[in-house]
């Protein structure tokens, strides 16, 4: 019966649409370059208002001299070493926490159910690998700096106080390695 036919060859068109819509969704979410989730998706979770129960904890990083890798070797270069801080990063951060691409060279992450020295422990293993990774990588070298800030330092701390105070910190460590290399 063709009325059958119909109704079968409509779902399998819903079907289909449902499907590249969450394909598009996706992408829309997801830095082509890392396969992070991009800059949307981080906006998306920093504008979460409530209150943070539980402890959780927000670094952010930025490369340093992105721009002047990029000036001085290509964008290539910049882009290789965007992807191999991204991986290094994904591999010390357990899986089940978020790691995004907040911009060209900023990262951020979220752990949730955690302690201080958990962060300290995932900012030591960092800093291993990419001490690792300058030692035999080729020319290009990973140098970062980073801030983060612990929901249980704040009272009704929202992901966004979390954030804005990671990010202060941030700056401070980038202007303190500034102030230190000015003086060596």
């Known amino acids: 019966s063709s009325a059958?036919?119909?109704?079968?060859?409509?779902?399998?068109?819903?079907?289909?649409?449902?499907?590249?819509?969450?394909?598009?969704?996706?992408?829309?979410?997801?830095?082509?370059?890392?396969?992070?989730?991009?800059?949307?998706?981080?906006?998306?979770?920093?504008?979460?208002?409530?209150?943070?129960?539980?402890?959780?904890?927000?670094?952010?990083?930025?490369?340093?001299?992105?721009?002047?890798?990029?000036?001085?070797?290509?964008?290539?270069?910049?882009?290789?070493?965007?992807?191999?801080?991204?991986?290094?990063l994904r591999n010390v951060v357990p899986m089940k926490n978020f790691v995004g691409r907040y911009g060209g060279d900023e990262f951020v992450v979220v752990i949730c159910d955690t302690s201080k020295e958990e962060v300290e422990n995932i900012l030591n293993q960092l800093q291993e690998e990419v001490d690792q990774f300058n030692r035999y990588g080729r020319n290009e070298t990973i140098s970062y700096a980073y801030g983060w800030a612990f929901s249980k330092d704040y009272t009704d701390c929202t992901l966004r106080v979390l954030f804005d105070k990671a990010d202060h910190y941030m700056y401070e460590n980038k202007r303190d390695k500034k102030e230190a290399s000015k003086n060596e």
């Open 4 to 88: 059958a036919s119909d109704v079968y060859k409509r779902q399998v068109s819903a079907v289909r649409i449902t499907r590249k819509n969450k394909i598009l969704e996706q992408k829309a979410y997801i830095d082509l370059h890392t396969g992070l989730p991009n800059k949307s998706r981080c906006e998306e979770i920093f504008h979460d208002m409530r209150a943070i129960k539980g402890e959780v904890a927000c670094i952010i990083f930025d490369l340093n001299n992105l721009k002047i890798t990029n000036d001085t070797l290509g964008h290539s270069v910049g882009d290789q070493l965007i992807m191999n801080f991204a991986r290094l």
